[in-house]
């Protein structure tokens, strides 16, 4: 499984973009880069997964590097319910068995 | 909601005893992964299975066991507790196992605590 580095916690404000940003030097050429999250007493929940091009969806945007290296995510204009612990998972075939969760960051988002 | 059922969703008991947790999937989906969670090991992957089938396994302790059954739902026993079991634990479940673009639906999770 590749490794990956994320910060340990982040804070932002309410409404302003937040940039999480994740590394993973050892990631596989067949490797898809998942983000999920977790609210508060909460299961995880999916956000976004790429390969090599950035992609959008209605949570959020993921870019990722060019050497595919490292990766973004990207919420647009944060809200409080975005305050949550986010995980960077690099998946491939044999990865989508089981997910391996990091510690991921802790975002905090003031009002 | 993401359609994962866990049940109960809390459960007290003692050292040395067994308790069985219970997930129902998501319509459709065949393949069901199992989680712990504690304060100092975060999120670990126990066991998946798909169409009854055990798929592949993480650090599962020998005192545990799961099983799927006919109806896809899935059972964790955790036997001979200890203090330390004392977790949350995740039922997750997917269409099908092995897809790298495959998208993981978490339930709400089951908190045991171990006194």
């Known amino acids: 499984d590749a490794k990956t580095t994320q910060p340990n916690s982040m804070e932002s404000n309410e409404e302003e973009p937040v940039h999480l940003p994740c590394n993973h030097s050892?990631?596989?050429?067949?490797?898809?880069i998942h983000w999920y999250r977790q609210l508060p007493s909460q299961g995880p929940e999916y956000v976004i997964h790429g390969l090599t091009s950035n992609v959008n969806n209605r949570m959020a945007s993921l870019a990722i590097a060019e050497d595919r290296k490292s990766s973004t995510l990207i919420l647009h204009r944060a809200t409080l319910r975005d305050a949550a612990v986010y995980y960077c998972i690099p998946t491939g075939v044999q990865g989508a068995q089981k997910l391996v969760f990091g510690q991921g960051t802790r975002l905090t988002i003031n009002p | 909601d993401s359609g994962v059922t866990q049940t109960p969703k809390h459960l007290i008991t003692a050292t040395g005893q067994r308790v069985t947790l219970r997930c129902s999937p998501r319509?459709?989906?065949?393949?069901v992964y199992w989680y712990q969670q504690s304060l100092d090991q975060g999120l670990q992957f126990l066991i998946q299975?798909?169409?009854?089938?055990?798929?592949a396994k993480g650090n599962i302790l020998e005192r545990f066991s799961a099983q799927q059954f006919p109806d896809l739902h899935s059972e964790l026993n955790l036997s001979s507790l200890e203090l330390g079991d004392s977790a949350l634990y995740f039922c997750a479940s997917s269409v099908e196992p092995g897809r790298a673009t495959g998208e993981l639906f978490f339930g709400e999770g089951s908190r045991l605590t171990v006194l």
């Open positions: 319509s459709g989906d065949l393949s």
């Open positions: 299975y798909y169409n009854g089938e055990e798929r």
């Open positions: 050892t990631i596989s050429g067949t490797d898809y």
